[in-house]
């Protein structure tokens, strides 16, 4: 690109310094700081993060997402039956994960010093 054509889109767009027609600066977001990745997960294995990233953002393999995006019937846990499978269900709820759930939560209790009620999922 050359000079006379870089500085012709510039005074188009409004840009010139002193056309009277300057964009105000984007003003600085601070929503990023409390928003900030977990350093865990971030510094994981990309398939790792990508589930994790996936359950918190609600968009695992769940009975509730295969049937919003129309890919299964029901909202039905495929397990227990349950009414509705959500992403907390086999992970705190679920009857059929019981074993593993004792397993995981014992895990997340012996290394954080939180049980499972204090953990939003």
């Given amino acids: 690109m050359n000079k006379q054509s870089s500085g012709r889109s510039r005074r188009r767009s409004g840009w010139m310094p002193g056309s009277g027609l300057e964009v105000e600066p984007p003003r600085r977001c601070i929503g990023w700081q409390k928003n900030r990745p977990d350093d865990t997960v971030a510094g994981s294995s990309k398939k790792l993060a990508s589930r994790c990233y996936q359950l918190k953002t609600s968009h695992c393999l769940t009975g509730l997402y295969l049937q919003w995006t129309k890919n299964h019937p029901a909202a039905q846990?495929?397990?227990?039956?349950?009414?509705?499978?959500?992403?907390?269900?086999?992970?705190?709820?679920?009857?059929?994960?019981?074993?593993?759930?004792?397993?995981?939560w014992a895990e997340?209790?012996?290394?954080?010093?939180?049980?499972?009620?204090q953990w939003k999922i």
Avoid: A, I, N, Y
């Fill in 108 to 117: 997340v209790l012996k290394e954080t010093g939180r049980w499972k009620s």
């Fill in 77 to 104: 846990c495929w397990w227990c039956h349950c009414q509705m499978q959500t992403r907390k269900h086999p992970s705190k709820v679920c009857r059929e994960w019981r074993d593993q759930q004792k397993v995981l």
